[in-house]
């Protein structure tokens, strides 16, 4: 059975930073393309940043672009997310998410690709 469990988020002040992992039991990582959501309150569900099953090749939402990087450790079998210099806007529940993608060096910013997914963290950034 696959379970994907993220943790790490908290409440942080504006300027502040927080580092999410997504733990993954029941699939490797290193075999899918896997990428983080977030979804605020009231709003879509909206594709942060993802990773190739190359593990290169990152690509993130301009709006965090050159603040938050995705890496994974393969050995631990987890995804991470560090966020930097976090601003209110980034407030709202992160999702982990794994995907099977054919092409080694691609991941997608589709949700429809995804499809194994956690129970989400939540990230609260003060003014």
């Known amino acids: 059975q696959v379970q994907v469990v993220e943790s790490g988020g908290g409440l942080v002040q504006a300027g502040g930073s927080l580092r999410l992992s997504c733990t993954a039991s029941?699939?490797?990582?290193?075999?899918?393309?896997m990428a983080w959501f977030r979804q605020a309150p009231g709003k879509e569900r909206e594709w942060v940043s993802c990773?190739?099953?190359?593990?290169?090749?990152?690509v993130y939402v301009d709006s965090v672009k050159g603040r938050f990087t995705i890496s994974r450790d393969s050995a631990e079998n987890t995804l991470y997310l560090l966020m930097n210099r976090l601003k209110p806007e980034d407030t709202a529940m992160y999702y982990c998410?794994?995907?099977?993608?054919?092409?080694?060096?691609?991941?997608?910013?589709?949700?429809?690709?995804?499809?194994?997914w956690g129970q989400g963290t939540q990230v609260t950034v003060s003014s």
């Open positions: 998410a794994a995907g099977s993608e054919d092409t080694f060096y691609y991941c997608s910013a589709s949700r429809v690709r995804y499809t194994y």
């Open positions: 029941g699939l490797n990582i290193g075999d899918y393309a």
């Open positions: 990773i190739s099953r190359s593990g290169g090749n990152p």
